[in-house]
């Protein structure tokens, strides 16, 4: 079976946990290790490390090639992403569409969780830390863009 798994939530809440958990990771495309494997993380104006938001084009651009390359060849894929945005995920189901794949998304956040995700965040190593407004923005996102989706 073709099988394409696209997670779905925001920093912090539980998809790679859920990726490591489960063994998956010989299966997982994840935006995060595409960022680090692009370019080291840099240093802050508060001389922390972060990892850099600024080349999300090409990180989704080297995603969907590797995407590509996996439905061709029928491989399960799971997607280790906020995907907040539905443009994202538009892209992998056109791809789903075209290899005759079904197609799963995975939904890890709750607006009732907001305060565990903003929790879980700041107990992440220090590079991997999101700011907290960057993530009560996407959580004013979520929504509405799962209105799209659904």
């Given at each position: ?12 809440c539980g ?22 494997r692009l370019?080291t ?6 001389g ?8 999300n084009n ?5 995603l ?26 538009t ?11 079904e ?7 709750h ?7 903003m ?12 700011p ?13 863009e ?5």
């Open positions: 079976m073709k099988h394409l798994f696209i997670l779905r939530g925001l920093p912090g998809k790679s946990s859920f990726i490591q958990k489960n063994g998956l990771e010989n299966f997982t495309l994840s935006t995060d290790e595409i960022r680090l370019t993380p840099s240093l802050n104006e508060n922390e490390l972060y990892i850099r938001q600024d080349r090409t990180v989704f651009n080297v969907n090639g590797m995407l590509e390359t996996r439905m061709r060849n029928g491989e399960t894929t799971f997607i280790d992403a906020t995907n907040v945005y539905y443009r994202h995920i892209d992998y189901l056109k791809l789903a569409k075209r290899y005759n794949y197609t799963f998304l995975l939904e890890f956040y607006p009732l969780r907001h305060r565990e995700v929790y879980n965040n700041l107990t992440r190593e220090p590079y991997k830390r999101v907290p407004q960057v993530i009560d923005e996407m959580a004013l996102y979520y929504n509405e799962k209105a799209k989706i659904n």
